[in-house]
């Protein structure tokens, strides 16, 4: 079964930029969408972004189109989620998770399978 591991998180001002990374662990993520999602405490987790196995198609929640990239590289099992213009709402323990490889990518918890144990970005004003 395959395990998300994620890193990257860290403290940034307002305005800056971070790159969390997510490597597969176990197997590969050959097969699966994944996806970023963040929650903050009493706060049900929030899709981010999300990328297909099927040509890497790649979907954002609308407030973050432009300001975050999401990108695969198959041959490092790895995903990215490049976050420029870091703002303090954007503050959250980020979770990968990957799921089925359904042509449209899942934009809900229930759309994943595995998940990592996330990071923490904190965005200070």
């Known amino acids: 079964q395959v395990q998300p591991v994620e890193s990257g998180g860290g403290f940034v001002q307002a305005g800056g930029s971070l790159r969390l990374s997510c490597v597969a662990s176990?197997?590969?993520?050959?097969?699966?969408?994944i996806g970023w999602f963040r929650q903050t405490p009493g706060k049900e987790r929030e899709f981010v972004a999300g990328?297909?196995?099927?040509?890497?198609?790649?979907y954002y929640i609308s407030s973050k189109e432009g300001q975050f990239t999401i990108s695969r590289d198959y041959t490092k099992n790895t995903v990215y989620l490049q976050m420029n213009g870091l703002k303090p709402e954007d503050t959250a323990v980020y979770y990968c998770?990957?799921?089925?490889?359904?042509?449209?990518?899942?934009?809900?918890?229930?759309?994943?399978?595995?998940w990592g144990q996330g990071t923490q970005v904190t965005v200070s004003s």
């Open positions: 990328i297909s196995w099927f040509g890497a198609g790649t």
């Open positions: 176990g197997r590969t993520f050959n097969g699966k969408n």
């Open positions: 998770a990957a799921g089925l490889p359904t042509r449209r990518v899942g934009t809900l918890p229930s759309d994943y399978t595995n």
